[in-house]
């Protein structure tokens, strides 16, 4: 096939999907991308970058890099909001895909953020990448109480450029795809029925919590009073390595993103004491190793994972574990948990896997691209965290791998 005449489809705008529709579309197809948020970038552009006095290679600007690219691309499509509803035929396979507004006109707000003050219902108004337009402010109309008998337009009436809309009709769409890439990644473990109290004290929080507190108020406070928090816990494998959950894979990023993050509250809060709570931590790269190092000479390293978290009548956090050096149950006070939470297989893997006719892998991930225990139907490919845990620079050259071989099938068809 010739490649201007080549049709793909990218399902998931994160990093991998992003790192495949940029290579796409500089190879000459053309790319319509699929995201189901009104945002692009999925997870890797929630992150911090941990940079302290140099580089940690935290991999947070490359997925920068790749959104800038995928968007300008004149060959890339990118519909956001956008679920697709079904897939039929074989190659070409026919998409019918069906897209929803933000419910807020980006072009008209300037970002003032009133609307989040103005909203009853926390996270229903939500901040993220455009396609065009960088930062912008988007409605989940699950959780807008406007769409439950229009009982709520308070930020419509506080908006002062009218850029609220809260009104939206669906729009169906169809196309065709020579080659589907899925890039759909990842669900972070949601952990409130562990016995740590996430859900219940707001102290508790998860990691992906953390990310977005630093990027808010760039040291750590305490979500219930807002006060810098001066002693800080690490619990780590909160949803990964658990068999009592089915999930026993390791999920890798986590022990060297905790580790980052903790040295970069340490750079910006010098009285920070953190305390890392771990089974044994998993440091890939040599880089990686010199960093581990020299963060164990600033971090209480402590080899145990906590039974339970109690809040205290001043509303401290009260972490039980069993001390490995004692042989006793130990308890710590803290004024901030942080839950590594594990990454899991995308919710949809399933229904996205029926629609294409594949299987899920008995993990609940996507099958690797190329594997041969599953091997994908003709034109079908994969990339990114959808086929298992994976960090950032490793879902780009696994996206990079797939366009590879997307290339070589495209143009031998
Ligand atoms: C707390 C935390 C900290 C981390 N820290 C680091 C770090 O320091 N360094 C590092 O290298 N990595 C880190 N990671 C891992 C990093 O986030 C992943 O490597 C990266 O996000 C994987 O990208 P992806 O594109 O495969 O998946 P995702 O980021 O999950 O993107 C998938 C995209 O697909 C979309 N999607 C899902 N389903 C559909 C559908 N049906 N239709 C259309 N779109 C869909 C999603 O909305 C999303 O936008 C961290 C992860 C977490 C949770």
């Keep these: 096939m010739n490649r201007d005449r080549a049709h ?61 690219r995928a968007v300008r691309h004149p060959n890339v499509e990118i519909h956001t909001g956008t679920q697709i509803e079904a897939v039929s035929g074989r190659t070409p396979y026919q998409i019918s895909y069906c897209s929803h507004s933000p419910l807020v006109n980006a072009d008209r707000c300037n970002g003032c953020g009133i609307c989040f003050t103005k909203c009853p219902v926390p996270g229903a108004i939500m901040q993220g990448r455009a396609p065009r337009v960088g930062p912008y402010v988007a409605i989940r109309r699950d959780l807008c109480r406007f769409f439950d008998n229009a009982a709520c337009s308070l930020c419509r009436e506080a908006c002062p450029t009218g850029a609220i809309v809260l009104s939206d009709r669906a729009q169906s769409g169809t196309m065709r795809a020579d080659a589907i890439f899925v890039a759909t990644g990842f669900t972070p473990y949601n952990p409130s029925d562990k016995p740590y109290g996430y859900g219940r004290f707001p102290n508790v929080i998860t990691s992906l919590d953390a990310e977005r507190l630093l990027r808010e108020h760039t040291v750590m406070k305490r979500p219930s009073d807002g006060r810098p928090a001066g002693r800080i816990a690490f619990v780590q494998c909160v949803g990964s390595r658990d068999a009592q959950l089915g999930h026993p894979w390791c999920s890798k990023i986590c022990c060297g993103s905790s580790l980052r993050m903790a040295r970069l509250i340490q750079s910006r809060q010098k009285d920070a004491q953190i305390t890392f709570f771990y089974i044994d931590v998993q440091t890939f790269g040599k880089d990686f190793q010199s960093f581990y190092q020299n963060a164990r000479e600033n971090i209480s390293m402590i080899r145990a994972i906590p039974g339970d978290v109690v809040r205290t009548d001043a509303d401290e956090l009260e972490v039980i574990y069993f001390d490995p050096e004692t042989h ?60 298992g845990p994976m960090a950032i620079a490793d879902s780009i050259s696994s996206a990079e791998k797939a366009v590879f071989d997307m290339v070589r099938y495209l143009t031998a068809s």
């Design 328 to 387: 006793a149950s130990t308890e710590s006070v803290f004024d901030v948990v942080v839950l590594s939470v594990g990454l899991l297989p995308a919710g949809d893997n399933e229904r996205m896997a029926r629609m294409l006719e594949w299987a899920a892998d008995e993990s609940g991930f996507l099958p690797r691209h190329g594997s041969d225990r599953q091997p994908a139907p003709a034109g079908i490919f994969s990339g990114g965290s959808v086929t």
């Design 8 to 68: 793909v489809a990218v399902i998931g705008a994160g990093v991998a999907g992003l790192t495949a529709a940029d290579a796409l579309a500089g190879w000459g197809a053309h790319v319509s991308l699929f995201e189901k948020t009104p945002f692009l970038g999925g997870h890797a552009v929630q992150l911090n970058c941990k940079a302290t006095d140099a580089c940690v290679k935290c991999g947070a600007c490359m997925a920068e890099d790749k959104l800038r």
